[in-house]
């Protein structure tokens, strides 16, 4: 008897077993929190801004002057090359607990063990980056338009990058003028952080963020100052 109750009751149990194994990935993945982000100042480290000067020590003068997360953006670096700065960068910043994304490379992001990825409109889906980093990495999308940053909340961005809130110079195909209106427009539809990007300077900072910004993200503002320290300061004074 007890036989035969045991052969019934064990295909039961191992079809239970399956279900769950096969729920067992995404029960990991929700169980990870994703680390807390300071938005206030991000540093869009570009390749070609640094020019001959080394971009990993801009990187850590920076983040010791009150940078609250670096981004890495390295458009026209070979993968190997980008790796290895990558690599250097996150060891940097580890050791100073400041978080490291990387800009459109999940590739990379994933290879040097960094925080999150930054992705463009016509970079790898959100859908898909999100299955290769799952929920304990950040990921951030550009958006110029309200529909942009519906979407991308819709579809599980950690943040948005609105802009460019003014002209900038950094872009080679510059979007739409997003305006201090248009900020204030994406802030009104979405509840994610938006870091404000495009043209921000210590003058304009602290009107971006009346605005609706949680943030600002730059590159010129620092890269482009003669003493990227005393540049990182300055905008922190004027963020607060």
Known sequence: MILGIFSKVSPIIHEMKRHLEELEPNVLELSVPMKPIDWKLCLVADTEAAGTRDIVSIIEGAAGAGATLIQLRGKNRETRELLDLALRISEVLNAKKVPFFINDRVDI???????????????MPLLQARKLLGRERVIGISVNTIREALAAERDGADYIGAGPVYFTSSKDKIPAILGLEGLRAIREKVRIPILAIGGITRQNARVVISAGADGIAVISAIMGEEDPIAATKSLISALS
Do not use: R
């Open 109 to 123: 992001a994933l290879a040097c063990g960094a925080d999150g990825v930054h992705l463009g409109q016509q970079d």
